[in-house]
């Protein structure tokens, strides 16, 4: 299987004034939400990995602040990428794993299941009034 | 009975089941992206011209006894492709209306969208060939502008709720309306 992986800022939430170390930042972003969606380029399968991730300000130092109107798509990207301890890879995996969860789930895990006597009414022909059961009074 | 006010959670949360919607009996919105490319050039040069988005959902098109049966679900589709949204999509679709295996009847009674122009083919559902995780599933056509421009859609069904991740989302471009998957 050969896998193709897109990453996409969704949005991104900041503080307009932040105070860090007795320093005054403006526009300081603290919360991105992202995606990475991985899709299997021999059947086309298609998935999500979809998160938010809560910035660390606290050692926002003012010689490797960027300007929010500076900030470029990667930079941000690589903020989240730093959140996983095996970087851009870890998450792309974690969203491989994910597909292939959805794709071959173990027998053991609740999956849905129609009610047999819905599934079986209807090639017959059969009319099926599907309005469940009814009992009047409190026997 | 307790209630949770707040959470948060720095780790993953893991649950042995999908999440049970009682309140509105619908799935959530499936987003997905209009950028969609063909397989190779022969289908469309370059691969993201095409004129048409595929997409293959995880919701079976089988109706025998341990599929879903014979319960028709209305499906919604809302969506756009490129800025000045030249294709705009918004239907409501009733499928699975004639619950049997032989064809997979949907039948769409609202197209509000701009898809039904004299030169803009309407939405196509069919039923894949092959199977997908042992079933076949239902599949839809869209039509795109032929660029990777920005655009989304947006699909959600009532009905067989649980079903939205049976199986893996699929898209791709295509040249025209010919069963893909």
């Given amino acids: 299987m050969a896998y193709e992986y897109k990453w996409k800022i969704l949005g991104m939430e900041g503080f307009r004034a932040l105070e860090v170390a007795n320093s005054q930042f403006e526009d300081v972003i603290g919360k991105v939400v992202w995606e990475c969606e991985v899709k299997d380029t021999d059947d086309w399968s298609v998935h999500w990995l979809r998160q938010e991730t809560l910035l660390q300000n606290s050692d926002l130092q003012a010689n490797s602040y960027i300007d929010y109107l500076e900030i470029d798509e990667e930079t941000v990207l690589e903020w989240i990428w730093s959140t996983h301890e095996n970087g851009r890879v870890g998450w792309q995996t974690k969203a491989k794993d994910e597909l292939n969860a959805i794709r071959f789930p173990p027998d053991d895990v609740l999956r849905p299941m129609t009610p047999a006597w819905i599934a079986n009414c209807c090639p017959s022909g059969e009319e099926f009034f599907n309005d469940g059961i009814t009992y009047n009074g409190d026997e | ?181």
């Fill in chain 2, 1 to 181: 009975m307790a209630t949770l006010q707040t959470a948060s959670v720095s780790g993953n949360i893991t649950g042995a089941s999908y999440m049970i919607h009682q309140n509105s009996g619908m799935t959530d919105w499936q987003r997905l992206s209009h950028c969609a490319d063909a397989q190779n050039t022969t289908e469309c040069d370059p691969v993201h011209s095409c004129g048409y988005i595929h997409i293959r959902t995880p919701l079976p098109a089988d109706a025998s006894a341990t599929n879903i049966g014979w319960i028709p679900m209305l499906m919604e589709v809302v969506g756009y492709h490129t800025y000045s949204a030249e294709r705009f999509h918004d239907f409501k679709a009733v499928i699975n209306t004639t619950g049997n295996d032989t064809y997979y009847t949907p039948t769409i009674r609202s197209n509000r969208g701009n898809s039904t122009g004299a030169s803009i083919p309407a939405p196509v559902f069919y039923r894949s060939n092959s199977t997908y995780g042992g079933y076949k599933r239902t599949c839809l056509v869209l039509p795109k502008i032929g660029c990777c421009c920005t655009g989304n859609i947006w699909i959600r069904w009532n009905v067989n709720y649980g079903y939205r991740t049976n199986y893996a989302w699929a898209t791709i471009g295509q040249a025209g309306t010919t069963a893909y998957w």
